[in-house]
């Protein structure tokens, strides 16, 4: 149109292809993406990366009406609003909330023309995956891709030199570039054989110590999710329940990305392990959903998109994580939107806090300064902090300290998040800063969880541990109610901050998490970055929650 109005009015030649160039460049400009610099791009710059090599990323798309959305995540857990527990399904959030199929179909596009394959769009149209190459990557986004090493560990990754740049009318629906840096592997808490357990913890032990044998559910019809960059061997959940005398629900692997480790499970399978078999422990029946997926920021965000769009499960553990200035904050920002659209949905999140104390970054980045684990510290997850558990001669609650093995051991993880602002309901503890743990449960050598892997009976420990333990509490809270309960935290510290505290929770009040050299936070009464309200007293908090 612009090029026929130019001919028209008889313009010189060279004036034409000034103006229509300029036309173009001015409709559509390049726009730097705020927020999307790699994290730890400081470190040593070795060279580029050879422009032939396949790198998988992704594309977070932007949600609408996030004032609104904001609004209904709080309503929704407010027992005087008329949204309370009105949960969304997920046609129901993407109409309201989500990208358009237009918007999607806009990104996709631009991924196809920039040479991308393997092209995946979410359920939810919230994300797309793709592999390119180094160089058809840097050629969409502007940007250089080097190889690197970490200054201080040594480990070698690649990364984009600068914030990727997008044509305006693409970067108007694109919230993010995800994976053109692949520092943030994900890790789990390694959890190891114990060798001076006190009292290795069973089914019968958790029920009894926490409460929640006496109540009137076991987590029948409910469905449960993991998060999992490692596979399991099935041989080994059956053998734990017939152990301990279990009637298990189903249990099935849900491929992310095509994903599937379970026919060659590796380092990560002790932690697949526990994970299922903790919630087994309490909530044997429920039906559990093992989402696996490439272990990367764009396979991550994957899987969190999948579970939200899939919306099988009510409840979902987590022992996986980064700590924050690895992960980096488009990477954390990006699952967040996917973790907000679970809660809207009504999935309650449990993750682990981590396991080295204040300092969660020591064995990504070698860095002993105070940091904390994502997801753990999504305002949209509960996370988990470790206790050391003691019970009387016949399994019932004695008492707990927050655990710190030491250097031998780990500590539980806990802090202040640099990413996210503290939420509403966090408002007496902090109005700044998100502060985890929320809760916490048994973490200890000294109490380590008994479970079976690799065919061998094994006591283990961490905070990878105490996740699934809530996550198990929380399907039966599923059960007694009815349906699923979204972010519990809202409840949580209402409890905590009211006159019924002590009959819902344990209050942890002695131990800390100093570990690596680096001060940490010390237990005490109420709300404290250790253990956070404590761990649950089954019953009680059941009650509650209600």
Same mark, same amino acid.
């Given at each position: 149109m612009r090029l026929r109005k130019l001919v028209a009015a008889a313009?010189?030649?060279?004036?034409?292809?000034?103006?229509?160039?300029?036309?173009? =460049?001015?409709?559509?400009?390049?726009? $730097? /993406? !705020?927020?999307?610099?790699?994290?730890?791009? *400081?470190? %040593? @710059?070795?060279?580029?990366?050879? =422009?032939?090599?396949?790198?998988?990323? $992704? /594309? !977070?798309?932007?949600?609408?009406?996030?004032? *609104?959305? %904001? @609004?209904?995540?709080?309503?929704?857990?407010?027992?005087?609003?008329?949204?309370?527990?009105?949960?969304?399904?997920?046609?129901?959030?993407?109409? %309201?909330?989500?990208?358009?199929?237009?918007e999607a179909d806009q990104a996709v596009n631009f991924l196809k023309r920039s040479g991308a394959q393997g092209i995946e769009v979410s359920g939810n149209r919230q994300a797309i995956t793709f592999s390119a190459t180094a160089g058809q990557l840097e050629s969409a986004f502007h940007t250089r891709i080097g190889n690197y090493t970490d200054t201080v560990t040594g480990r070698k990754f690649y990364a984009n030199d600068s914030a990727p740049e997008l044509p305006a009318s693409v970067s108007a629906v694109v919230d993010s570039v995800v994976g053109l840096d692949n520092h943030a592997v994900k890790h789990h808490a390694k959890p190891a054989q114990a060798p001076r357990a006190v009292k290795p913890v069973t089914p019968a032990i958790l029920k009894t110590a926490y409460g929640t044998s006496g109540l009137s559910a076991t987590g029948a019809g409910v469905n449960v999710g993991f998060v999992e960059f490692d596979g399991y061997q099935k041989s080994d959940i059956t053998a734990y329940d017939k152990k301990y005398s279990l009637k298990a629900g189903s249990?099935?692997?849900?491929?992310?990305?095509?994903?599937?480790?379970?026919?060659?499970?590796?380092?990560?399978?002790?932690?697949?392990?526990?994970?299922?078999?903790?919630?087994?422990?309490?909530?044997?029946?429920?039906?559990?959903?093992v989402y696996e997926a490439p272990n990367s920021n764009a396979g991550e965000l994957a899987m969190y998109q999948k579970i939200a769009s899939d919306k099988k499960v009510s409840v979902v553990s987590i022992s996986w994580g980064s700590c924050e200035a690895a992960e980096g904050s488009a990477a954390a920002n990006s699952v967040d939107k996917a973790l907000a659209t679970g809660t809207a949905e009504g999935i309650s999140y449990f993750a682990a806090a981590g396991d080295d104390g204040t300092t969660d970054c020591a064995r990504q980045t070698g860095s002993k300064s105070q940091a904390v684990d994502f997801p753990a510290s999504s305002p949209n997850v509960s996370g988990v902090g470790g206790t050391q558990l003691t019970v009387n001669s016949s399994n019932g609650y004695s008492s707990e300290t927050t655990w710190n093995d030491g250097a031998s051991g780990g500590a539980g993880g806990g802090g202040i998040s640099t990413i996210f602002a503290a939420p509403s309901w966090q408002s007496k503890q902090s109005t700044t800063k998100r502060k985890v743990p929320d809760v916490a449960g048994d973490a200890a050598k000294g109490s380590a969880y008994t479970i079976i892997s690799g065919g061998q009976?094994?006591?283990?420990?961490?905070t990878s541990g105490a996740a699934p333990l809530w996550a198990g509490f929380a399907a039966l809270q599923n059960e007694v109610h009815k349906g699923g309960l979204g972010n519990l935290n809202a409840k949580f510290y209402s409890i905590g901050n009211g006159s019924s505290y002590g009959s819902g929770f344990h209050d942890v009040t002695t131990g800390n998490n100093t570990f690596n050299g680096t001060t940490g936070f010390s237990a005490g009464k109420g709300y404290d970055q250790t253990t956070g309200w404590g761990s649950f007293n089954g019953s009680g908090l059941s009650t509650l929650i209600g």
């Open positions: 313009v010189p030649l060279p004036a034409l292809l000034c103006l229509s160039v300029a036309g173009v =460049a001015n409709a559509d400009p390049l726009v $730097a /993406l !705020s927020g999307n610099a790699a994290p730890l791009a *400081a470190s %040593a @710059r070795s060279g580029d990366v050879a =422009a032939e090599q396949q790198i998988p990323a $992704a /594309l !977070s798309l932007k949600l609408h009406n996030q004032q *609104a959305l %904001a @609004r209904f995540l709080t309503d929704v857990q407010d027992p005087a609003s008329p949204q309370y527990h009105r949960f969304l399904s997920p046609e129901q959030f993407t109409a %309201a909330f989500g990208p358009t199929q237009a249990v099935s692997t849900v491929s992310v990305n095509g994903a599937n480790y379970d026919s060659s499970p590796g380092d990560g399978e002790t932690e697949v392990d526990l994970d299922i078999e903790v919630v087994h422990a309490l909530a044997a029946p429920a039906n559990d959903y009976t094994g006591n283990v420990w961490g």
